[in-house]
């Protein structure tokens, strides 16, 4: 909490940045205590829960980019040294592969999966824009639990409950509209058929 004191809101972006390239942090303990800072008047409540959102996604980006980029042999052979091994690896890619596209949003709540699923997206190919959407929705959820898990250990009610009435509503519903609209782009793709035949040209 020292070091967020002193440093503010780069040290949560690159500590949330960092984990989702592999590179573990204590990303989540951040967010709480940045929450919890914020109720003692530290940091803004709305810009924890921007900063977070924002370097949650990029950070997912980043490694699905070096994935694509550097490809399984090269992850692994990275990967040993923040103790992303074969098997860890394996695995991960595994449950991905059973579960298909929609693991990447629940990949946020899954220790291991969470700092790895970008990088394992980019290397066995996942396509982008499937995975960006999912990742950004999980990101959404993700970022809300524990900014307010860390608001509520921190007693924050109150502050909530004034940030709420205010003009920061604006920040909160624009997120959810994002959000509405990520979920609802999402959902109408899987409903679109599947099959290429089409009504025929007059």
Known sequence: MEQLRRYGYPALFVLVLLEGVGIPTPAVSAIVAAAVLAGEGHFSLPLVVAVTLVAAVAGDNLGYL?????????ILRWGRRVGLTEARFARAERF????GLNVVFIARFIDGLRQTNGLIAGAVALPWR?????????????TAVWVTIGA??????????HWLTHDELRFALAAAV?????????????????GTGGSPRG
Do not use: F, K, M, Q
Request: glycine fraction near 16%; avoid cysteine; proline fraction near 4%.
């Open 152 to 161: 509520v250990t921190g007693g924050n009610l109150g502050r909530i409950r």
């Open 130 to 142: 499937a995975y960006v959407t999912r990742d950004a929705i999980g990101g959404v959820a993700w």
């Open 178 to 194: 994002v959000a509405g609209i990520a979920l609802w782009w999402y959902l109408r793709r899987r409903r679109r058929p599947s």
């Open 96 to 99: 991905i592969a059973e579960r």
């Open 66 to 74: 070096i994935g694509r980029r550097a490809g399984r042999p090269a």
